[in-house]
Nanobody, 125 residues
Framework: VQLQASGGGLVQAGGSLRLSCVAS????????VGWFRQAPGKEREFLAA????????SYADSVKGRFTISRDDVKNTVYLQMNSLKPEDTAVYYC???????????????????WGQGTQVTVSS
C-alpha cells in the first residue's frame, strides 16, 4: 500500500484546512488509519485515528473538538478536517495505516505499517 498525503499549506490562525490521505496499490478499506505530525526538533505526535470499520475514532487532547477524521472507502481516502488552527499546529503531517485493526485504533506510531510522505501545514499568527 502506498499512501499519499496532501492538502497542506499556509493558513492564518483560526483558519481551516482539510488533509487527504489516498491509498494506492490496494484498498485500505479494512485498515485503521491514523494522522500524526512532527514539528522540527520534536517527536512524532499522534493526532487522530479511525478504525477499519469506521466505527471507532480517537483523538489527541490537543486537537479534540478542532480536528475531525473521516473515511471514504469508495474513494480509498481518509480525511482530516482541521478547524480553528493555531500557530502551534505548524508541522509536517503524516498519514499511516495499520493492517491489524478493524474495530479499534492505536496511538502508537510503531503499530502502523505504511506511511505517507507528509504534507506541510504552516499556521501564521
Amino acid at each position: 500500500v502506498q499512501l499519499q498525503a496532501s492538502g497542506g499549506g499556509l493558513v492564518q490562525a483560526g483558519g481551516s484546512l482539510r488533509l487527504s490521505c489516498v491509498a494506492s496499490g490496494r484498498t485500505f478499506g479494512s485498515y485503521a488509519v491514523g494522522w500524526f505530525r512532527q514539528a522540527p526538533g520534536k517527536e512524532r505526535e499522534f493526532l487522530a485515528a479511525i478504525s477499519g470499520s469506521g466505527g471507532t475514532t480517537s483523538y489527541a487532547d490537543s486537537v479534540k473538538g478542532r480536528f475531525t477524521i473521516s473515511r471514504d472507502d469508495v474513494k480509498n481516502t481518509v480525511y482530516l478536517q482541521m478547524n480553528s488552527l493555531k500557530p502551534e499546529d505548524t508541522a509536517v503531517y503524516y498519514c499511516a495505516s495499520d493492517r491489524s485493526r478493524y474495530y479499534s485504533t492505536s496511538r502508537s506510531p510503531s503499530e502502523y505499517d505504511y506511511w505517507g510522505q507528509g504534507t506541510q501545514v504552516t499556521v501564521s499568527s
